[in-house]
């Protein structure tokens, strides 16, 4: 009996732990079952470059941690700061800016893992900063044509310059953003650092592996760009797998495979013909009914998916990227982003974390986004 309770203990954790990928990957199965297509719809669904590109991304990062680079920037962050809060607004700025350039997915690679690491040396609410820098992100990249997959694919649809993007993106984003810098503030507490026992001892860098990890995470934020996504997974398995097979083995594959099964389920829902009977009566031709409708089904499907549903409906793009935007808020279903974050960091009761802040950001959101971007768009 002793042993059946040992074995079923971490059989128990482990099935806590990867709950979101059994639920859409039943989820997936009985679409599959219910509503069977061909296997083009499903390679269509993967979306293989998206899928390809987190896969390079995410063993560039497993290297760049083990290597020990991002311990010793945050050690040497530290010795800079001198509150928990303007740690974390550090963090969380950065986590905006850098997803205005390199998308929030990236963003979120490159910010939750030194979070993380200061969680370790100074008492910084780690949960509370991580949830904050899913929000920022999702803020932030709601401002560039490139800062995340809906506004690329909005951005090529609406035929608007890089910087006519921008400044018709820009009263959306400034109150996204506004919001988040001042639920930051409030959330986090002001008390000084305190830190643990040895935490500014020298971190030693594996020099080589960091340079591997940086190389190939420019390589594949380029190729991302150039849509050579594919080749650039393959240039970086090759290579890790000549020079740096633990990192390899280490990388979060159950979250890749968490992704993949979210895509295909997210890709399915959106396309039974009820989800798409429901969207052909809807007036989408009112700006309200429209922003309401991009919020609403990216709380559902997630906001890619339901971008790629709405754009055909929709005749204004950005107006729809306005509200796919805001759609990322809310539910952690509504931008992958949240997924990634909640992932990364692996936060007990994560979910409920995010929900309890997100849920309440989106009531207050949405509409003074709609305001502003109805009187200043």
Same mark, same amino acid.
């Given at each position: 009996?002793?042993?059946?309770?040992?074995?079923?203990?971490?059989?128990?954790?482990?099935?806590?732990?990867?709950?979101?990928?059994?639920?859409?990957?039943?989820?997936?199965?009985?679409?599959?079952?219910?509503?069977?297509?061909?296997?083009?719809?499903?390679?269509?669904?993967?979306?293989?470059?998206?899928?390809?590109?987190?896969?390079?991304?995410?063993?560039?990062?497993?290297?760049?941690?083990?290597?020990?680079?991002?311990?010793?920037?945050?050690?040497?962050?530290?010795?800079?700061?001198?509150?928990?809060?303007?740690?974390?607004?550090?963090?969380?700025?950065?986590?905006?800016?850098?997803?205005?350039?390199?998308?929030?997915?990236?963003?979120?690679?490159?910010?939750?893992?030194?979070?993380?690491?200061?969680?370790?040396?100074?008492?910084?609410?780690?949960?509370?900063?991580?949830?904050?820098?899913?929000?920022?992100?999702?803020?932030?990249?709601?401002?560039?044509?490139?800062?995340?997959?809906?506004?690329?694919?909005?951005?090529?649809?609406?035929?608007?310059?890089?910087?006519?993007?921008?400044?018709?993106?820009?009263?959306?984003?400034?109150?996204?953003?506004?919001?988040?810098?001042?639920?930051?503030?409030?959330?986090?507490?002001?008390?000084?650092?305190?830190?643990?026992?040895?935490?500014?001892?020298?971190?030693?860098?594996?020099?080589?592996?960091?340079?591997?990890?940086?190389?190939?995470?420019?390589?594949?934020?380029?190729?991302?760009?150039?849509?050579?996504?594919?080749?650039?997974?393959? @240039? /970086?398995? %090759?290579?890790?797998?000549? &020079? !740096?097979? +633990? =990192? $390899?083995?280490?990388?979060?594959? *159950?979250? #890749?495979?968490?992704?993949?099964?979210?895509?295909?389920?997210?890709?399915?829902?959106?396309?039974?013909?009820?989800?798409?009977?429901?969207?052909?009566?809807?007036?989408?031709?009112?700006?309200?009914?429209?922003?309401?409708?991009?919020?609403?089904?990216?709380?559902?499907?997630?906001?890619?998916?339901?971008?790629?549903?709405?754009?055909?409906?929709?005749?204004?793009?950005?107006?729809?990227?306005? @509200? /796919?935007? %805001?759609?990322?808020?809310? &539910? !952690?279903? +509504? =931008? $992958?982003?949240?997924?990634?974050? *909640?992932? #990364?960091?692996?936060?007990?009761?994560?979910?409920?974390?995010?929900?309890?802040?997100?849920?309440?950001?989106?009531?207050?959101?949405?509409?003074?986004?709609?305001?502003?971007?109805?009187?200043?768009?």
């Amino acid at each position: 009996m002793n042993a059946d309770v040992a074995v079923a203990r971490p059989l128990r954790a482990a099935l806590q732990r990867e709950w979101l990928l059994l639920v859409f990957a039943a989820v997936g199965v009985a679409l599959a079952w219910i509503d069977p297509q061909p296997a083009s719809a499903y390679r269509r669904w993967l979306h293989v470059p998206s899928l390809a590109g987190l896969t390079g991304l995410l063993i560039a990062i497993q290297a760049i941690g083990d290597s020990g680079l991002v311990q010793r920037a945050a050690a040497k962050l530290l010795l800079r700061m001198r509150s928990v809060r303007g740690v974390g607004l550090l963090m969380v700025a950065a986590a905006a800016l850098l997803s205005m350039v390199l998308t929030n997915d990236v963003s979120l690679f490159l910010i939750v893992p030194p979070t993380l690491a200061l969680g370790g040396l100074c008492r910084l609410p780690v949960g509370r900063v991580v949830v904050l820098e899913a929000l920022a992100v999702n803020a932030g990249s709601s401002l560039s044509p490139i800062g995340n997959p809906q506004n690329l694919l909005l951005w090529q649809r609406a035929g608007v310059s890089f910087v006519g993007f921008m400044w018709a993106m820009l009263p959306a984003a400034s109150v996204m953003c506004a919001l988040v810098a001042g639920l930051a503030w409030c959330w986090l507490p002001a008390e000084q650092i305190t830190l643990a026992a040895g935490a500014l001892e020298a971190e030693r860098v594996r020099r080589p592996l960091a340079a591997l990890g940086v190389v190939a995470l420019v390589g594949m934020v380029v190729t991302l760009e150039a849509g050579r996504a594919v080749v650039g997974l393959g @240039a /970086v398995l %090759v290579a890790f797998g000549l &020079l !740096a097979r +633990g =990192s $390899l083995r280490r990388a979060d594959w *159950l979250l #890749l495979s968490t992704l993949a099964v979210i895509f295909v389920a997210l890709g399915h829902a959106g396309a039974l013909p009820p989800v798409r009977g429901a969207l052909e009566r809807l007036d989408l031709s009112r700006p309200l009914v429209a922003y309401v409708a991009g919020i609403g089904l990216s709380q559902v499907i997630s906001n890619v998916p339901a971008t790629v549903l709405l754009m055909e409906r929709v005749h204004d793009p950005l107006a729809l990227a306005v @509200a /796919v935007n %805001v759609g990322g808020f809310g &539910l !952690a279903i +509504g =931008s $992958l982003a949240n997924l990634i974050a *909640l992932r #990364l960091a692996r936060l007990p009761h994560g979910v409920r974390l995010l929900h309890r802040v997100s849920v309440p950001f989106l009531l207050v959101c949405a509409p003074l986004v709609y305001l502003s971007w109805r009187w200043l768009g």
